[in-house]
């Protein structure tokens, strides 16, 4: 049998990659309206107010990420399982939970941001007058009250693929306003309110999406069963705070680079450093729908015990995220002030070095990108959290030290180092836990 043979006589591989091509196309073309989104929005706003605007918008999504408890997962470990058993009035019990969860902190989220608009003016914006613009935008958190799961409920009920397609709508209705300021003469506002629509056109669609998928799968008044029925809450709780702390320092050390750079620097440098994030997470265009796709398939190999079937899945998956991410990386890195010329202009070029950087970093994590969801898979939740946390917090450490003497360059260097190192040990981690289980 030929190499090619191996991939597509494979019918779980090409399950996954049939699923993440629909969800992919969708989310081809809203890369490219985000594309045009950029272009406008950079030059209308430039490094300073671009940056400022990447500062507001990363500040609430930071705060959301300190409560959140990573539902979607939670959705996929549990839920997934119990619908697979036909047991639905525990799959009702514990969506119900988890939509509940997820809805109080959300409210959570937007009064913090309230309380600490004024610090994050000060501290973090630099820019008098502008607390306000932090309350604003925070109120696409409650218009998000049900991301997580609403995304995991598409994810267990085989609908993934409708999440490109509300990503798609929210990405023309962003394009559309950012367009219109564009060549009326708009402002930082006018930007800010198309990010907040775009947000609240996710967030509510995904919702809506996720009920009409629940109505079909589930007994009618499903939201009635109560949540004492669930028989393994301690378990269902231990594994959602574990993913509640690992998520929170992967946003602290990893998903908030803006902060730390408006933080250590200003917001021209927070401008550059956005340029060179944006172009280098396209990356996470076609790897987001792989990991949407596999992790389901990753916990059902693993609950069935199949480890030899789990080894060739994953060895499969990593060969062909390994060939197009190298392609993607090679072509950013030999390509990428001409990218930057054409997304942003000339005077964003600066951004060139820590592209260089964050490329290096992101092809690693995006070859690999099954790590964490294999160790949960596995019934390792607490093993991330060590590994972030020591790896985040030598990063941290270095920032203090590195970001302010050498700026935006170091940032993105830093950031690959922490994809490197904690990506590399939790894969070495999950393949010596897979080993473990079949001897």
């Known amino acids: 049998m030929s190499l090619l043979s191996k991939f597509t006589q494979d019918p779980l591989f090409t399950k996954i990659i049939r699923a993440s091509g629909s969800l992919l196309s969708n989310n081809t073309i809203a890369l490219g309206l985000s594309v045009v989104q950029g272009i406008m929005a950079t030059r209308l706003l430039g490094p300073a107010g671009f940056g400022l605007i990447g500062v507001i918008m990363a500040f609430a999504s930071t705060v959301n990420s300190i409560f959140s408890f990573r539902m979607s997962e939670v959705v996929v470990r549990y839920g997934g399982e119990y619908l697979n058993l036909a047991d639905k009035k525990s799959a009702s019990a514990l969506l119900k939970l988890a939509g509940c969860t997820e809805a109080f902190v959300s409210l959570t989220a937007f009064i913090i941001v309230i309380i600490t608009a004024q610090l994050a003016e000060t501290h973090l914006a630099k820019t008098s007058g502008v607390a306000w613009m932090f309350i604003f935008y925070a109120i696409g958190l409650l218009a998000n009250f049900n991301t997580e799961t609403s995304t995991g409920i598409l994810q267990i009920t085989d609908k993934i693929k409708l999440q490109g ?62 949540i004492s029925s669930l028989k393994n809450k301690k378990e269902i709780f231990n594994f959602a705070f574990s993913s509640n702390i690992s998520a929170t320092i992967i946003k602290i050390f990893r998903e908030s680079e803006l902060i730390w750079v408006g933080l250590f620097l200003d917001t021209s440098a927070v401008g550059y450093y956005r340029v060179a994030y944006t172009i280098t997470h396209f990356l996470a265009i076609p790897a987001d729908p792989l990991i949407a796709t596999t992790f ?22 990593t060969a062909f995220s390994f060939a197009y991410n190298i392609l993607l990386g090679a072509g950013l890195i030999i390509f990428g002030r001409w990218v930057i010329s054409i997304y942003s202009g000339d005077e964003y070029l600066n951004a ?24 949960l898979a596995l019934g390792l939740p607490q093993y991330p959290i060590y590994v972030t946390l020591i790896i985040g917090l030598i990063k941290l450490a270095l920032s203090f030290v590195l ?3 050498y700026g935006v360059v170091m940032a993105g260097a830093l950031l690959a180092f922490y994809y490197i190192a904690s990506v590399g040990i939790m894969v070495w981690r999950g393949m010596k836990r897979i080993r473990e289980l079949e001897n």
């Open 403 to 405: 970001i302010a003497k």
């Open 296 to 317: 389901p398939e990753i916990n059902r190999l693993a609950v069935e015990k199949a480890w030899g079937k789990l080894k060739s899945f994953l060895k499969k998956i």
């Open 352 to 375: 060139y070095p820590a592209l260089v950087a964050l490329t290096i970093g992101l092809v690693f994590n995006y070859i690999l990108f099954w790590n964490r969801p294999l160790l």
């Open 165 to 226: 397609t509300i990503n798609l709508i929210q990405a023309i209705f962003t394009t559309v306003i950012i367009v219109f300021a564009f060549f009326f003469n708009g402002s930082i506002i006018t930007v800010l309110i198309a990010y907040l629509i775009g947000k609240s056109i996710l967030g509510l669609g995904l919702f809506i999406t996720a009920q009409v998928q629940l109505n079909k799968r589930l007994d009618k008044g499903w939201f009635q069963t109560p």
